[in-house]
């Protein structure tokens, strides 16, 4: 049996109430097209190959990939892609297959070392939304990040994370996993997450400029934001656009919603600098 490797976070989850849990947060109906991100030994994969029309897993690690064939290799509507999830031109890999193609939920147990760059891969940016959405995507993640993804305004994780990622899905938490259900056991404890991608999404006027206002006015969280936005908008003219806003002038970034966040931006898209 292949020894699990640090480097590319493995950590298999045993825990058979976490996985009917991520499998039941997918909510897997006839037709659906599963998205696998690094399917490991095949845990979560074998439970989606009994709800799934289909499911494509792409996996890094050749070892495994080897395990995987001689385990599933059998099952028609299961495809294996070996190779790097972040380089990954999914639709270029799977015009060959059309049973798999498009697959519409993606169901995963990711590695942690590289969850903001698969979560940027599967909803794109604000500037670049990912043009085809998913309808749903299930995550099994590091805690502290699920903590962070689904907090609301006004709380204690709501940060720029939340904003981004909330402008462009709805996030919503599942359960917590301790770190006991895997083996080895991670260093942290994990959460499953449920995303539903935006298909609208509120027009930014200048989405640089968003950015900028949202790394400014949480780069020191405790402060109020008419400090933390001192250097790109003068005081008045915050107090007046937090009015027409009605928002309270000694608001702190945290207390911002994300429709909030866009209609400041678009306000301020003429006045900020880059
Ligand atoms: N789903 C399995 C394994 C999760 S561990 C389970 O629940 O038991 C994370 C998995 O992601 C490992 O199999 C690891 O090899 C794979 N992985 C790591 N980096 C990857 C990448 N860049 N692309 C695809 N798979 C990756």
Not at 122 to 130: R, S
Not at 156 to 178: F, M
Request: net charge positive.
């Amino acid at each position: 049996m292949p020894q699990a490797r640090k480097q590319f976070g493995q950590h298999w989850l045993r825990s058979e109430k976490a996985l009917q849990k991520i499998v039941a947060a997918a909510g897997l109906v006839e037709g659906d097209r599963v998205l696998e991100i690094g399917p490991g030994r095949g845990a979560l994969t074998r439970p989606l190959l009994e709800k799934a029309a289909a499911v494509v897993a792409v996996e890094i690690d050749r070892d495994l990939c080897k395990l995987l064939v001689e385990k599933l290799g059998k099952i028609d509507h299961f495809l294996l892609l070996q190779g790097d999830v972040l380089s990954l031109d999914l639709e270029a890999a799977l015009a060959a297959f059309p049973d798999f193609q498009q697959p519409n939920k993606v169901v995963a147990n990711i590695p942690y070392n590289i969850t903001g760059p698969i979560l940027e891969k599967l909803l794109g940016a604000i500037a670049t939304p990912n043009p085809h959405p998913f309808d749903v995507i299930v995550l099994l993640l590091q805690k502290e990040v699920a903590l962070r993804l689904c907090a609301r305004p006004g709380s204690r994780n709501y940060g720029a994370l939340s904003v981004r990622v909330q402008y462009l899905a709805e996030c919503e938490w599942i359960c917590d996993v301790t770190a006991k259900a895997f083996q080895p056991p991670p260093k942290v404890d994990s959460a499953v997450v449920r995303l539903r991608p935006r298909q609208f999404h509120l027009p930014v006027t200048n989405v640089r400029k968003l950015e900028t206002l949202v790394k400014l006015g949480f780069a020191t969280k405790r402060k109020m934001l008419r400090n933390n936005l001192m250097s790109v908008v003068e005081r008045d003219r915050l107090n007046q656009l937090l009015e027409q806003l009605e928002i309270n002038s000694q608001a702190r970034a945290e207390d911002l919603s994300v429709e909030n966040w866009v209609a400041l931006s678009n306000q301020l898209a003429e006045e900020v600098k880059d």
